[in-house]
């Protein structure tokens, strides 16, 4: 699949800042099964980019503005070729050791209902895989996606008391439970293609994440949808949990407050249908 990518990221000050530093995760790579065509981060303002890698593997742009600043208008588009692996992952940077992320985060421990889930899923319940496609089924089940992003990154515990939550936080719960069973398992973030009749529910920012299964190595599991990622799917960062691929974190000197707008697109190309 072709698909077309734009992310608007929009910040608005309510008081000059003197100088703001964000780091941006918001560039995929190239592996099998995602080719990326092109891929551009604008700036609409005078910044500095300087581009990296972290210790994860993913590519980071390091933004730097110098005051004063009253609004930061960001534009990230690319096109990326996609085809359906069933949520196997290869081909990736891999930086560190699988287990690594065995280690839970503060975001990311296990309160005694998912222990619980855990144990069910546990060795003795069949082969690897199944028990890995069997655990995303259960996170799926407990508790419809809200389409539109959680407003604040909450740690597992909370977000099973609250009995709610977005791609984020089912994404954290399953990483959360699958360590518990004895799985190495991280954060992905990324975007996926939606055609939703809705407009405000068709496309926006998605989270899953990927499960280390003994004899396949990282796949794909997607609780929101009950799935393994197809060729809908962009894969751009991953980490312990959010905080480790978060599109964008950073610091800012000049006080007040901010307000953020964020919109994003995610279109298949009619250029695949030619010929």
């Not at 560190?96 to 144990?119: C, G, M, Q, S, W």
């Not at 996926?192 to 499960?211: G, N």
């Not at 800012?252 to 964020?262: A, K, L, T």
């Amino acid at each position: 699949m072709r698909l077309l990518i734009q992310h608007q990221t929009e910040y608005r000050f309510t008081i000059p800042q003197s100088r703001v530093v964000q780091m941006l995760r918001m560039t995929p790579t190239s592996h099998v099964g995602q080719n990326i065509v092109t891929w551009h981060i604008d700036v609409d303002c005078d910044a500095r980019l300087k581009h990296s890698r972290d210790g994860f593997g993913n590519v980071i742009s390091m933004l730097y503005l110098a005051g004063p600043i009253e609004r930061i208008g960001m534009r990230v588009s690319g096109e990326v070729l996609t085809e359906d692996r069933a949520g196997v992952v290869a081909g990736t940077a891999e930086t560190l050791p699988t287990a690594v992320f065995r280690r839970p985060t503060e975001l990311t421990k296990a309160p005694e209902l998912l222990i619980d889930l855990a144990n069910r899923h546990g060795p003795a319940a069949g082969d690897d895989l199944a028990r890995a496609h069997a655990l995303n089924s259960a996170v799926a089940g407990l508790f419809r996606c809200n389409l539109q992003r959680s407003t604040e990154v909450r740690p597992v515990a909370e977000i099973l008391e609250a009995g709610h939550g977005c791609s984020m936080d089912l994404a954290h719960v399953l990483v959360s439970v699958a360590r518990e069973a004895g799985f190495a398992a991280r954060f992905v973030t990324g975007y996926i293609y939606r055609e939703d009749p809705d407009p405000e529910h068709r496309h926006a920012p998605h989270f899953w994440a990927e499960i280390d299964v003994p004899g396949f190595g990282w796949i794909g599991f997607d609780p929101a949808n009950d799935m393994c990622p197809n060729d809908r799917y962009v894969r751009v960062a991953k980490g312990l949990d959010f905080r480790d691929a978060a599109p964008i974190s950073g610091a800012r000197i000049g006080g007040g407050h901010e307000v953020m707008n964020v919109g994003v697109d995610v279109s298949m190309s009619q250029a695949q249908y030619l010929g």
